[in-house]
């Protein structure tokens, strides 16, 4: 569920010149990537493969 941060215009405009940097596709992207780093949360804790960068969901039937 997509949400709204508020954020002062000197700071999106860092955010703006990183994701063009990173080359992130999106401020999601970016912001994740970033807070992944700064916590040191492995991706397997996310529901990530290793290796990919893409979220995945599993079907409901895998859940149970």
Do not use: C, W, Y
């Not at 992207?29 to 780093?37: F, H, N, R, S, T």
């Not at 700064?38 to 149970?64: A, M, Q, T, W």
């Amino acid at each position: 569920m997509p949400t709204t941060i508020t954020v002062k215009r000197g700071t999106r405009e860092k955010l703006e010149r990183l994701k063009k940097e990173r080359k992130a596709k999106s401020f999601d992207q970016l912001l994740a990537d970033i807070a992944e780093k700064e916590l040191g949360i492995p991706d397997s804790l996310f529901g990530k493969v290793k290796g990919i960068k893409e979220n995945f969901e599993r079907e409901h039937e895998e859940r149970l």
